[in-house]
């Protein structure tokens, strides 16, 4: 194991390449030396540190090759869309154009996109007003529709009405003169088949005896109140269908 000594020598290794006491110490037992104690033991130890620290130091980065100098013309800082070269301030120019374009566009696409939002809340508004303004006109339409439909229904139910009461007036009137007509015709038929009868009788009987004279004037009385009471009957039946027509059609 190394020894120290004297401490100046190791100190003044460690303060010139080594760095460290324990570093110098380290390099002094791998060069072989067991006892610092000389200036050459120093020596060789800050010179091994030395060289093992130029050994462990990073290589140094070639240096780039100069670019080639132009011996005329200006210098290009950037290029623009169609690929020609921009010197510094025309690339500033370039770059705020090209900003103030696409703010342009933007600002445009921007306006547009407004007004199309703008103009498609206007056609709704439209249609919908359109749409109230059909529905309303519908709306009178079907009602003046409606009003009209009923008068002409009323109209014409009341004329059919009319008519058909008009009909019925004629149709009773007409069925009780020709009842009549038919009643007065039979009556007529058994005043006249009566009337002959008697003739008939009064001629053939004429010279009969006081019983026929009786029983002809007894078979004349059957006939007569057998004619009244059909009489009789047919008036009150002529009466009571008169009666039930005038109820009907009051």
Known sequence: MTKVGKRKY???????ECGTEARALEVAQQIGITNVNSQ???????????KQNNASAPSPSPSPSPEPLVESGPTFVGSNADGQGLTA??????????MFGLQSAQQSQVQDSINSTSLAIQNLQNEASAYAQDSESARNVYSEDASSWRTQYS???QERWNKFDSSMDYKATTDAQKIKGEYDVS????????????????????TANTRLSGEYSLAGEKVRGAASRDVAQRNKEASMFGSF????WS
């Open 245 to 248: 027509l005038g109820g009907f």
């Open 155 to 157: 109209v014409d139910a």
């Open 89 to 98: 301030a025309e690339f500033d120019l370039y770059s705020q154009q090209t």
């Open 40 to 50: 050459n033991d120093a020596n060789q130890m800050n010179a091994e540190c030395r």
């Open 10 to 16: 190791l100190d003044w290794a460690g303060d010139r």
């Open 187 to 206: 009556l007529r038929k058994i005043m006249n088949a009566g009337n002959e009868s008697v003739a008939k009788i009064q001629g053939e009987y004429s």
